[in-house]
């Protein structure tokens, strides 16, 4: 089954300054790869996503890029803001899983004024 | 349009006891899945239906766990003579379509 791995578990950053996340996967029929944010005791909520058939997705001060030959891709967050703070996961989903997702373990960013 | 619900948000329950979660998807979603995040943790898949059909339980443990998703009303994830590891906030999402995942408020479950 697919396994994802994510780097780092925490990271803190200077506002202003970017953050960038990066995640691995095992299985090279996944095709679809979201990020997630999750404030503390809040649900989480799909912040970006990116499928196999594309290099690079933007919105805003979010981007991903994905490289399927390396089978990782990285979330980067610009002009890092405090309300960036919160656990970020990636996330993987092959075709032969009828959608179930696999995350990874999470990123705790911390954004300091 | 509504997002995904889920109650009760807080669920206490004593060992032995059942536990029930419902999960009302968003409107014209057909795909829900439950997840299960441990304090400090991940989102961990267990189960995934669509009305009326069980399509991949394979996150979920075989025994004291059951999901369905009827024609008619939420999903339920229940959870029979619960355990202390049982505590947990339960998330389910629902999807238009296999993939892109919206997330419920959860409900965290406190076996005491």
């Known amino acids: 089954g697919e396994n994802v791995e994510q780097h780092p578990s925490t990271l803190s950053v200077q506002e202003g300054d970017s953050a960038v996340i990066k995640c691995t996967y095992s299985?090279?029929?996944?095709?679809?790869f979201p990020w997630y944010k999750q404030e503390l005791g809040k649900r989480p909520q799909l912040i970006i996503d990116i499928r196999s058939n594309v290099g690079e997705k933007k919105d805003q001060r979010i981007a991903v890029t994905l490289n399927k030959t390396a089978k990782h891709f990285s979330l980067h967050i610009t002009e890092t803001q405090p309300e960036d703070s919160a656990v970020y996961f990636c996330?993987?989903?092959?075709?032969?899983?009828?959608?179930?997702?696999?995350f990874g373990a999470g990123t705790q960013v911390v954004v300091t004024p | 349009n509504a997002g995904v619900m889920q109650n009760p948000r807080h669920l206490v329950r004593r060992r032995g006891q059942e536990a029930r979660l419902r999960c009302s998807p968003m409107k014209g979603h057909s795909h829900v899945y439950w997840y299960r995040q441990l304090p400090e943790e991940g989102l961990k898949f267990m189960v995934y239906?669509?009305?009326?059909?069980?399509?991949?339980e394979s996150g979920m443990p075989k025994e004291r766990f059951s999901a369905e998703f009827p024609k008619e009303g939420p999903s339920i994830l229940r959870i029979q003579q619960v355990v202390r590891g049982d505590s947990a906030a339960y998330f389910c999402a629902s999807s238009p379509s296999a993939n892109e995942q919206f997330f419920g408020p959860g409900t965290r479950l406190t076996v005491l």
């Open positions: 239906l669509q009305k009326e059909n069980i399509i991949d």
């Open positions: 299985d090279s029929a996944s095709n679809y």
């Open positions: 996330a993987a989903s092959p075709t032969d899983s009828w959608g179930k997702l696999q």
